[in-house]
């Protein structure tokens, strides 16, 4: 098949750990390059956000990344883009109408892709696959007046799942939170992301540490949903154990990062500033070896559309205490492969950390019981299979998607 990947704000081919970079950039490349070790024909649209970038890159993988020229040639943060959709959306459908090479399906990556891929599947009779990757209704609930997504992308949400072909839901949480939207169940298949099983696993080198203490890992951007604040207020009812932050802007920039700067702060105001190390942006080839060097990974977000950070850590065999919201209720087995911790409680999370921190049997049986599971389940090879499986019932079809309301 011929598959175009709408993914507007987040290039395969993007920097991992800023701001608005992260599980979507790597869903985006993992998943094309898998899709053309399935025989499919892969290219990937994204907005031109440099003006050093060429209109056409090929990827090593094997896909083709094509720079959308939709508003200014810079980066723009991601709950401004949507000035741009429009004009992101009629240049695909002047390219799909007009150029050599017409997709069978076109998968969009985020509700603005989604309106982009929309008026375009609709003007070229293309069938179109929707990701959410994130919710407004989510999100609205967790930041209330600090939300910053656009007016109006609940509703947009909400039409979109009507009238695309397809919804492409990556955990149970985002199924239960659609359905209460009014996007059909009968339009959902549920296929989770995957995880680099040549990037993460158990064998390899592991990052240099002390001995003496035990290592507590914590990964993302530095954002406050992502709970780093509730790991550092847990540390000072877990002795002997360090807190290592991977994730936000390059080290050399940290001292400007706001955020990183409170939690600087906090961890000075709970004793444990010689015990948190924030390290700033890790390229993805070495974050393998930072998960191996921990005996325990955290990941502890307000709410989380998926999470790949836990399924990378456990392919690399370590064991996982998890806040149980979205894709990690279903990726981390409670009891089994790590421990689900409700999200903003850094006294149930301390209570975890010292529990697993003191039983090594428990922390060799979860780590293989986690290897075990992404074995099992979460290979990109699998990911690509079962979405192949749902583009062929669409691209069969290959109906006009209705319009958005
Ligand atoms: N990541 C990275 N370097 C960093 C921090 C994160 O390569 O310094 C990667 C991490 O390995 C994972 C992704 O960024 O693949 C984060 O994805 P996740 O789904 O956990 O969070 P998101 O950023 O999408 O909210």
Redesign the pocket.
């Known amino acids: 098949m011929r598959i175009a990947m709408i993914s507007e704000h987040a290039s395969p081919l993007a920097v991992?750990?800023e701001e608005d970079?992260?599980?979507?950039?790597?869903?985006v490349a993992e998943l094309a390059a898998a899709l053309v070790g399935e025989g499919h024909e892969v290219r990937v649209y994204t907005r031109r956000d440099s003006s050093g970038l060429p209109e056409v890159v090929d990827a090593s993988a094997g896909y083709q990344v094509r720079h959308v020229p939709a508003g200014p040639a810079q980066r723009v943060p991601k709950d401004e883009l949507l000035a741009y959709v429009g004009e992101f959306g009629r240049w695909l459908a002047d390219q799909w109408r007009h150029g050599d090479w017409r997709p069978d399906v076109a998968h969009a990556h985020f509700w603005m892709s989604g309106l982009a891929t929309l008026h375009a599947g609709r003007r070229t009779n293309t069938p179109v696959v929707l990701t959410y990757?994130g919710l407004g209704t989510v999100k609205r609930r967790h930041r209330g007046a600090r939300d910053t997504s656009p007016p109006g992308r609940i509703g947009y949400e909400r039409a979109l799942g009507r009238a695309a072909d397809r919804v492409v839901v990556q955990c149970q949480d985002e199924v239960g939170e659609l359905v209460r939207l009014g996007v059909p169940r009968s339009k959902m298949a549920l296929v989770p992301s995957g995880v680099d099983e040549q990037m993460f696993h158990p064998q390899g080198p592991a990052a240099p540490r002390d001995p003496a203490r035990h290592r507590i890992l914590t990964?993302?951007?530095m954002v406050e949903r992502?709970g780093f604040q509730d790991v550092i207020r847990a540390l000072p009812t877990v002795p002997d154990a360090e807190c290592v932050v991977?994730?936000?802007p390059p080290a050399e920039l940290l001292p400007a990062d706001g955020f990183a700067r409170r939690l600087s702060a906090l961890a000075e105001s709970c004793g444990v500033a010689d015990r948190v190390k924030l390290?700033?942006?890790?390229?993805?080839k070495e974050?393998g070896s930072w998960y191996r060097s921990a005996d325990v990974l955290v990941?502890a977000p307000w709410y989380?559309?998926?999470?790949?950070?836990?399924l990378?850590g456990m392919a690399c065999g370590v064991p996982v205490i998890g806040t149980n919201v979205g894709g990690i209720a279903d990726t981390v087995v409670d009891g089994l492969t790590g421990d689900l911790v409700p999200p903003r409680d850094p006294r149930a999370l301390g209570t975890a950390l010292r529990r697993l921190l003191t039983d090594k049997v428990r922390r060799f049986a979860y780590a293989t019981a986690a290897v075990d599971r992404i074995r099992s389940r979460y290979s990109w090879k699998r990911c690509a299979e079962q979405l192949g499986a749902v583009y062929a019932t669409v691209a069969q079809v290959g109906r006009v998607a209705p319009a958005v309301a």
């Open positions: 991992l750990g970079a992260g599980g979507q950039h790597t869903h990757h990964v993302g951007r992502k991977v994730g936000g390290l700033g942006a890790v390229p993805r974050m990941a989380e559309p998926f999470g790949l950070t836990p990378e």
